[in-house]
């Protein structure tokens, strides 16, 4: 029953209707008279801390969450959530040590950022790479799963669906950075309320089928009809281990590949930029407590779906073409259960996920291009209005790539791993950059560029490099060659450091004092909770 009826499509019209007229109230209330850089790309000063919280996350979780997290939860169990949870405390961090180092500094890029601390040529390298991950690793997975979800829940065609997500997302995007972070609060409320929605009625599912006495009674059975899904680290041999390999999840890669993603990417890290540090800091930690809810929206259902299918459900809703089982139509096949009117809410929930994490790297791909490419090398002396109107076209641009590569992606069985482990090509050497360039005043600007240099061909190398486990050859875990290269990159920097003359008087050193770092009781005692909880699940679900 792939279709919607008439009633899920007036709930998703209500839906669409009210973001995008919130949208426009917004550009127009809080419109200048004469739109700036800053204004557009930053929304600098307007954003409250709530809003900067879901915007944080509206753009973070998107179909890759919905669809890739859900489909790695029919296949792998609740390990997945390693990524949410531990994200949870990775933001605590960036919050302490990070933001304020951007706020102090008035950074506003990523690669602003490298310029100022280190030089022109590590700044635009950085930049061309992030604008490369960006497009053809981000976006594209985005549209892709994003069109492939809804052509699944209704039977429109794939090339229409991404179409329409194109035009949505270009309604938000478009506004700049002041519409996409107020519209952000509507979507993540949707999309926090359709996703419990249906992870209830998947759990209802599940005690219907299965004879369960009530909804919650449903959890245990889960646990008890796929107790091998209910644990968050594996061991050496376990199938899945090469994914998340062991302890690595709580103290090796895993940390490198957070802290990166929250602490040195652009369109994450860009919701705060604009605030001061308070405001900044509370939207970081409202973020924070929104993550440990996300397990429960995607992976529950993924679980859900697996105990449905072992048990004789399903069966042919779980296969592609080939005949093959594709975990990533679990959440769609849950989803085409619903009840109308439920069905479309859950619709509208996954389409606030895919449309606001869209708008939230096309507005960081413009964002990037626009400041440290165009205004630098292509036209230094662009008007402000100038350079808002190549952000925009820089959005279409940027769109119609991922459009075009993004049916490339069938191929692939768990996109969500996918996009985990080819962002990690980059994430090892950029975080040993940003976090030397942060707290060692000597790191010079050669360290830096050899180690932008040396990240891919070192991720490379490792990716193909085997290794023996329990006496058969296997490639060695993505997190785990992410640590490997961090390590490496980390010893090579510190050593070119050392023997460059001009790390004994490098003038680039940011403005850091201990000050900076003090936070207020209320996010003490916050951070404190949110460490107790995550205690508390892994100790559980270990």
């Avoid at 599912?205 to 008890?224: F, G, W």
């Avoid at 482990?421 to 060692?440: C, H, R, T």
Wanted: aromatic share 14%; hydrophobic share 55%; glycine share 6%.
């Amino acid at each position: 029953m792939n279709h919607l009826s008439a009633f899920d499509y007036v709930v998703f019209l209500m839906y669409f209707i009210a973001v995008s007229a919130y949208g426009y109230w917004v550009y127009q209330s809080k419109k200048k008279k004469r739109t700036d850089t800053k204004d557009y790309f930053l929304a600098e000063g307007s954003l409250t801390w709530w809003a900067i919280g879901a915007s944080i996350i509206a753009s973070n979780i998107s179909a890759e969450h919905f669809i890739g997290m859900s489909g790695s939860g029919f296949a792998m169990g609740l390990a997945i959530a390693s990524y949410e949870w531990m994200a949870a405390a990775t933001l605590i961090i960036v919050a302490v040590f990070f933001l304020p180092i951007y706020i102090k500094n008035k950074i506003y890029t990523m690669p602003q950022f490298l310029s100022n601390r280190y030089n022109n040529m590590v700044s635009t390298l950085m930049a061309v790479f992030w604008l490369l991950v960006y497009v053809f690793v981000n976006l594209t997975s985005i549209f892709f799963l994003g069109a492939i979800a809804i052509e699944t829940i209704t039977g429109i065609p794939f090339n229409i669906c991404i179409i329409f997500l194109a035009i949505f997302s270009a309604i938000i995007t478009l506004g700049g950075m002041k519409v996409i972070g107020y519209t952000d609060v509507i979507q993540v409320f949707v999309l926090v309320a359709g996703g419990l929605i249906t992870c209830y009625m998947a759990l209802k599912l599940v005690s219907e089928k299965l004879d369960a006495p009530s909804v919650l009674a449903s959890l245990p059975l889960l646990r008890s009809e796929a107790s091998d899904h209910f644990h968050m680290i594996f061991s050496k041999g376990d199938k899945f281990y090469n994914e998340l390999p062991g302890i690595a999840v709580l103290v090796g890669g895993l940390w490198i590949n957070n802290l990166n993603y929250w602490g040195c990417n652009q369109y994450i890290v860009q919701r705060a930029l604009g605030a001061d540090i308070k405001t900044g800091r509370s939207g970081l930690i409202f973020a924070a407590f929104l993550k440990l809810l996300i397990p429960v929206i995607v992976v529950i259902p993924g679980i859900a779906a697996y105990v449905l299918y072992q048990r004789g459900y399903f069966q042919s809703e779980m296969l592609d073409a080939a005949g093959t089982v594709k975990p990533d139509h679990a959440y769609p096949v849950l989803m085409n259960l619903l009840p109308a009117g439920i069905k479309g809410l859950a619709f509208a929930a996954l389409t606030a996920a895919i449309v606001a994490s869209l708008a939230g790297k096309c507005n960081s791909i413009a964002t990037i291009f626009t400041l440290d490419i165009y205004k630098k090398f292509i036209k230094p002396e662009a008007s402000e209005t100038r350079l808002v109107s190549v952000g925009r076209w820089s959005v279409v641009v940027g769109s119609l790539i991922a459009i075009v590569i993004a049916p490339a992606l069938r191929s692939f069985d768990q996109v969500y791993q996918f996009i985990q482990e080819y962002v990690g090509f980059i994430s090892p050497g950029v975080f040993a950059i940003f976090l030397l360039g942060f707290f060692w005043k000597k790191t010079t600007s050669r360290a830096a560029l050899t180690a932008a240099l040396l990240t891919i061909p070192l991720s490379t190398l490792f990716k193909f490099l085997p290794t023996l486990t329990n006496g058969a050859i296997t490639a060695i875990p993505f997190l785990n060659r992410m640590s490997w290269v961090f390590m490496i990159i980390l010893v090579v920097m510190i050593m070119v450091t050392l023997t460059d003359p001009k790390s004994k008087d490098n003038p680039q050193g940011l403005e850091i004092d201990r000050s900076m770092f003090k936070v207020t009781p209320a996010f003490t005692i916050a951070s404190v909770i949110i460490c107790g909880i995550l205690a508390a699940l892994y100790t559980v679900f270990w």
